[in-house]
């Protein structure tokens, strides 16, 4: 199974190290990777070095395109001329709304590198059944349902979306996938024909993201 390693404190150190007067950093969920962890002893290791600065790791309790809408979050915050301790407060508290969703066309790279601790019942892949994943507000990965088939699954999990969606206009859609763009544009136009959003985008996996989705993988963030 592919194998995947955290930065390091020192490489979030010297990204801190720049000429911008605050920094942001937004990793994947706490539960799932050391990259927060990490992020911070960054931050310790910088202001040993350097002295205070504003910096804030959020932990994103999502991955992927979670991750884009928490740094879209962000830029929006910052363009609206907030302070720093209301931007870290905004951001945070879209944080504890944010859903994420997905269906794989493959569990085994998330369970061989043992992302999916506490999930007792995984179905045969040869009987071609889908899992319906979600994540719980702490950043743990749950499953939501099962499916026959990927397209039964992408349905299923549509409908756990809209189940869930309270508020839609004031939120963006945002949908990565790996390798499968019919697909997100599918997802997107099933949801959208139901609800009415802010805003909605697709992009590719990258890094990552794409070694744990796999190809045919899609992520869902709203």
């Given amino acids: 199974s592919p194998k995947s390693s955290c930065p390091s404190p020192q490489e979030f150190m010297e990204r801190y190290h720049c000429k911008a007067d605050r920094v942001y950093a937004v990793t994947l969920s706490s539960e799932l990777s050391g990259s927060y962890n990490s992020a911070e002893l960054g931050k310790e290791l910088y202001e040993e070095e350097y002295g205070e600065k504003d910096i804030y790791v959020f932990n994103s309790r999502s991955a992927s395109v979670g991750e884009t809408l928490i740094a879209l979050k962000i830029q929006e915050c910052e363009e609206a001329g907030m302070a720093f301790e209301q931007v ?43 899992p319906i994943m979600g994540a719980k507000p702490e950043g743990v990965i749950c499953q939501l349902g ?58 590719d996996t990258a890094g990552i993201s794409t070694m744990y989705a796999n190809d045919g993988g899609i992520i869902v963030v709203i």
């Fill in 146 to 203: 099962q499916a026959r088939g990927m397209k039964k699954a992408l349905v299923k999990m549509t409908g756990h979306i809209l189940e869930d969606l309270k508020n839609p206009e004031g939120k963006i859609l945002a949908i990565s996938h790996c390798n499968c763009k019919e697909r997100a544009l599918e997802v997107q136009k099933s949801i959208l024909r139901k609800v009415k959003v802010k805003s909605s985008f697709i992009v």
């Fill in 88 to 130: 870290i407060a905004a951001v945070e508290e879209y944080i504890e709304i944010q859903n994420t969703y997905f269906v794989l066309e493959t569990l085994d790279t998330l369970r061989k590198n043992g992302r999916l601790t506490g999930i007792k019942a995984m179905v045969a892949s040869a009987l071609n059944i889908k």
